[in-house]
């Protein structure tokens, strides 16, 4: 048992034995020198330099913890000592095999994905000419980073989108029909990976 709770890794270490940094269970956090050619770490995480391969999680890491979709490999020894840590990540990925020969309970997760869009008024038409808000929420598990949100809206008939916001953090925006018919609303949500998941839906504007 190593009874430290966060090491640095520096620019000189190009190798890392196996197992190294097993059972280190009082161990919550691995950091790397940017500098360094071979290792990277991520939320405390130590990663090969590009993140392909996961190398040693912290034993005294505990929660949840989704493996990124850039893994195709994790070190045998990289979860020893893991006791309190329960898995997320995608159907039928590395990460859900290495957690089954591991023995650590594994938890399926999917992309980031808007689970309910909510017109800010209680109708459910439109009037043309006037500014309505909109509203609307992205539910996942597993989802990374702050969620960033982008909202084009166009009448059904026609080819160019306005666009009511960019990615941000946003979670209303103002639109502004001016002619009657259906209207097409795209709304974008991106995680902090940069996955980008979209709904389309459809609202009526009347006179």
Not at 67 to 87: H, M, Q, R, W, Y
Not at 128 to 134: D, I, N, R
Request: hydrophobic content about 35%; some cysteine.
């Amino acid at each position: 048992m190593r009874l430290f709770s966060s090491i640095t890794i520096p620019n000189s270490v190009t190798s890392i034995g196996r197992g190294a940094l097993s059972r280190c269970t009082v161990l919550t956090n691995i950091t790397v020198s940017s500098d360094n050619t071979q290792y990277s770490s991520k939320d405390g995480v130590l990663f090969n330099k590009n993140k392909t391969k996961l190398v040693a999680f912290p034993g005294g890491k505990s929660g949840s913890y989704a493996i990124p979709d850039s893994v195709t490999s994790i070190d045998k020894t990289a979860f020893n000592g893991c006791t309190e840590l329960t898995i997320y990540g995608h159907d039928g990925s590395y990460a859900e095999t290495d957690a089954q020969n591991n023995k650590i309970p594994f938890v399926a997760i999917n992309p980031d994905v808007i689970s309910e869009i909510i017109f800010a008024k209680t109708e459910t038409n439109l009037t043309a000419g006037e500014k309505e808000t909109l509203s609307f929420k992205a539910s996942s598990v597993g989802g990374t980073g702050t969620k960033k949100y982008a909202v084009w809206y166009k009448k059904s008939s026609a080819t160019d989108w306005t666009l009511a916001q960019n990615y941000a953090s946003t979670t209303s925006v103002s639109i502004k029909p001016n002619y009657t018919g259906t209207y097409d609303v795209s709304v974008k949500v991106m995680d902090g990976e940069g996955t980008i998941i979209k709904k389309a839906f459809t609202i009526k504007v009347t006179a």
